[in-house]
């Protein structure tokens, strides 16, 4: 009776351990593979023998975090639709965006502009092809912009002026648009909607009014497969045109809290984020800094953060409240204590990695207390009241000053520094934080506020889309942050004109009109931060926040 | 059973010497807290306890124990303003409900059984999120959303003792409404609603926080538990301290709260003794 019992425990125990054995195994494999190809145990010891000779030199993956899903389901390339960064990665445009706005040859080999600055003809790359196999010739670029530059719903110049899209040959396309503006070529170069999209991508193929079917681009890599709001896998284009990328797979997983990002990186189950893919929090630094696996790329943004003045306030019209208030901001302390030195003190609204703005156009107020408080008395605030807030005529000067939290978790420690900075020279400041769409309609809509958070656009809109948009009268309604005919004047000169040396000039005389009358409250400038794994090599950081990393170029070794 | 009873009764003294000590410390914050909770030392961040800063400091180099003891301000101070809105409203509309019936009572229960198909919090959520977030908003919110589980509570037992015989025989000697409903009912229904009200605090100091928590609540730089919370989060790698002491100071208040309501309410076990002894002669 006991010697079968003993040995059905040992068959027992041995199952058991084969069992643990294949889910090893099984769960090794799987790093390289999707989920579904997890096979039944007894191939997963081939599986073992196959992986290190043949295929793991050529399957060459990498897990990439991003904080929303990639919706590749609707990556339509003339939408507004999925993830940006996923954009730029399956389509191309005609132009590139490079190092400080250089606009460089995409699809397009070359082009020509005419001397009035208003008609653009595009020689394409020859023997281009899509992922699919279809060629790109000048009827594909015609297609990719007619589906969607009609509609009225587009903003962006290069669709409002456009007066027609012809195609002169297989690999020649004229623009002809109804007036001058130098930033066509960089509207040319953005995620989207103007990148280029097969005529297969569409049902039925080649109708310009076609639904949307599949993500089909020229770009380096392709759609492999999608699930909604867990992970996006993209593989690499066999006709790419340009230089073949290192990897055979990126892996982009849904990983919507910071925190949660940076645990992620810490235990390996991903190799990079980051960015506008999803930010690492700056308290995570000493952290990250501290882990020898993982290592903190830093590259220098393009947008920077700063507090408007509301112009309908009538102490805010002051110019003397206006510099006092900047004098009294510290914003190396901002930088060094807030954002962990990620970062650098504002020296005016755009930091020198945008066009046209250099050391030399570049000036702001530094930290000055004790100036502030002379400013703010020629100003006619005297004596405070009890509670330390200046008076003038009786009245004490007290502002509000709105931001959110959601989209910028950092504004509010920020905001509290600078509510007890401005404290100190007799500012009294009430804090408002708004969730974001209440946020959004204060600062477009109500103008509910005295003082705003709020930061520039991303690379390519700078400065000129910027500008455009916040200080300069947008149709019916008057400059967000600064309502005055002569800055709008020499907007409108830096943008209309061909003369690189004029709009050099006219960019020169806006940046110090700012300085000047104070137009807002410079704070800092962020860097671009990103983590990744020290398996990552080839890491490159792009020029725009659609493309934060080469992606080509990057390649996963042995930890 | 007398083991239960004195196990009650300690824990009751214990949640009232919680209580005590907190309102103690509230009262009397000026004079105990080390440092102004509200200045910003950027040069002491995230300092560790020390004997200046005995629990340390936050993000912005401020004393975590003097923002923890004004704290105590925001949270029971305006927890007794909800609570008090709430009862006064409910008691109001519950004598009035349970002693007029018909159609009065059918209006007021309907308006109540259509907010209560609502979720208490996601309700409170959207009427801050409507009004834009301050504590006086998140105050409206709260008692706007409260006052109907116990509308229903007190029309209840309004109900119950407008049947007793004593209410008859006070009807039948020609006493006035309003004698009946100020002198017999509401008094008679006094004790259960203080019970009430003491076990309700606990959960008001959290939803309080909890709303704060979402930003809803507190403005900035208000000390305020939730808030302290929430602007720790981001550091709960680097110095998860900033979480604990908060949490636990949240934790301690809604114990002794609950401990001490627990205490007050009379024991079902004494009520079935009071019974079985009035039936058994």
């Not at chain 1, 965006?97 to 653009?120: C, H, N, R, T």
């Not at chain 1, 006709?239 to 990126?250: A, N, R, T």
């Not at chain 2, 959207?126 to 589980?149: D, E, Q």
Request: charged share 20%.
């Amino acid at each position: 009776m006991n010697k079968p019992f003993i040995r059905q425990r040992r068959l027992i125990t041995s199952l058991i351990l084969i069992l643990l054995a294949v889910m090893l195994v099984a769960g090794c494999s799987n790093k390289g593979q999707s989920s579904n190809s997890i096979n039944q145990g007894n191939t997963g010891n081939d599986q073992q023998q196959s992986a290190p000779s043949g295929e793991a030199a050529k399957d060459q993956v990498l897990t990439v975090a991003i904080s929303a899903d990639a919706g590749l389901d609707q990556l339509d390339a003339g939408a507004y639709k999925g993830s940006m960064t996923v954009h730029a990665m399956i389509y191309d445009g005609l132009v590139e965006y490079g190092e400080k706005g250089e606009i460089k040859p995409a699809l397009a080999e070359s082009w020509d502009i005419s001397e009035d600055g208003k008609v653009y003809t595009f020689h394409l790359r020859q023997g281009v092809k899509f992922s699919d196999g279809t060629p790109l010739d000048a009827e594909a670029v015609k297609f990719s912009f007619e589906r969607w530059i009609k509609d009225p719903a587009n903003t962006l110049n290069v669709a409002t002026a456009l007066e027609s899209l012809e195609v002169v040959d297989e690999h020649t396309i004229t623009m002809t648009f109804s007036k001058s503006y130098y930033p066509f070529l960089t509207e040319l170069s953005f995620a989207r909607p103007v990148r280029i999209i097969s005529p297969s991508a569409v049902e039925p193929a080649g109708d310009v009014n076609g639904q949307f079917v599949s993500p089909i681009g020229t770009g380096a890599w392709m759609a492999e497969s999608y699930k909604t709001e867990q992970e996006a896998v993209l593989v690499a284009n066999p006709y790419y045109w340009g230089e073949k990328p290192q990897l055979s797979k990126i892996v982009l997983k849904v990983i919507p809290d910071p925190q949660s990002r940076v645990m992620a990186l810490q235990s390996g189950d991903i190799d990079i984020a980051g960015g506008q893919l999803g930010k690492i929090p700056v308290e995570s630094i000493p952290v990250i800094e501290g882990d020898a696996s993982l290592s903190l790329e830093r590259t220098p943004g393009t947008n920077s953060h700063f507090m408007i003045f509301n112009y309908d306030t009538p102490a805010l019209q002051e110019l003397n409240v206006r510099k006092a208030i900047n004098l009294a901001i510290n914003k190396a302390s901002i930088v060094g204590d807030l954002m962990n030195g990620i970062g650098s003190e504002a020296t005016g609204l755009f930091p020198t990695t945008v066009p046209y703005v250099t050391e030399s156009n570049q000036t702001w107020y530094g930290f000055e207390p004790e100036e502030a408080k002379r400013l703010l008395a020629e100003a006619g605030y005297g004596e405070a009241n009890g509670e330390g807030v200046v008076l003038k005529s009786g009245e004490p000067l007290e502002l509000n000053l709105v931001l959110q939290q959601a989209e910028f978790p950092e504004w509010k420690p920020i905001a509290e520094l600078i509510q007890s900075e401005l404290q100190e020279i007799g500012i009294r400041v009430n804090l408002q934080v708004l969730e974001p769409n209440a946020y959004y309609d204060a600062l477009w809509k109500t103008r509910a506020y005295d003082l705003i958070l709020y930061r520039t656009y991303d690379d390519a809109y700078n400065p000129h889309s910027f500008l455009l948009s916040l200080f300069h009268a947008t149709g019916e309604a008057p400059a967000v942050v600064w309502s005055d005919a002569k800055l709008e004047a020499l907007i409108d000169q830096a943008v209309g004109t061909t003369e690189l040396e004029e709009r050099q000039a006219a960019y020169d005389s806006i940046f110090a009109q700012m300085y000047e009358q104070a137009m807002f409250a410079a704070i800092y400038f962020p860097d671009d931060i990103l983590v990744r794994s020290q398996r990552v090599t080839g890491y490159k950081a792009g020029y725009t926040t659609f493309t934060p990393i080469f992606w080509n170029q990057l390649n996963v070794g042995e930890q | 059973m007398f083991q239960t009873r004195l196990l009650r009764t300690k824990a009751a003294l214990f949640g009232a010497a919680i209580v005590l000590l907190f309102l103690l410390v509230g009262l009397l914050a000026p004079w105990i807290a080390p440092s102004d909770p509200l200045q910003i030392h950027m040069e002491h961040k995230l300092s560790l306890p020390s004997l200046e800063y005995p629990l340390g400091t936050d993000h912005l180099g401020r004393c975590v124990l003097s923002r923890l003891i004004y704290g105590i301000r925001t949270s029971l101070y305006y927890s007794l303003i909800v609570l008090a809105a709430v009862f006064s409203i409910s008691v109001s509309l519950g004598l009035l409900a349970g002693y007029a019936g018909g159609k009065i009572d059918h209006f007021i229960m309907r308006i109540i059984d259509i907010l209560l198909a609502f979720p208490s919090l996601i309700l409170s959520l959207a009427i801050t999120a409507m009004l834009g977030p301050s504590m006086k908003n998140l105050l409206i919110a709260f008692v706007a959303v409260w006052w109907t589980g116990y509308t229903r509570v007190i029309r209840g037992m309004v109900l119950e003792i407008k049947e007793s015989d004593y209410i008859m025989a006070a009807r039948a000697a020609g006493t006035s409404h309003f004698q009946i409903v100020f002198r017999h009912i509401l008094l008679n229904t006094a004790r259960p609603i203080l019970v009430l009200a003491s076990l309700e605090i606990g959960t008001i100091i959290l939803s309080i926080a909890g709303l704060s928590f979402l930003g809803l609540g507190a403005q900035p730089p208000t000390p305020e538990w939730g808030i302290m919370l929430n602007d720790s989060r981001p550091y709960i790698q680097t110095a998860p301290r900033l979480l604990l002491f908060p949490g636990l100071t949240i934790m301690l208040a809604v114990l002794g709260f609950n401990l001490l309501g627990e205490g007050l309410k009379p024991s079902n076990h004494g009520l079935d003794e009071a019974r079985k002894e009035e039936v058994a002669p």
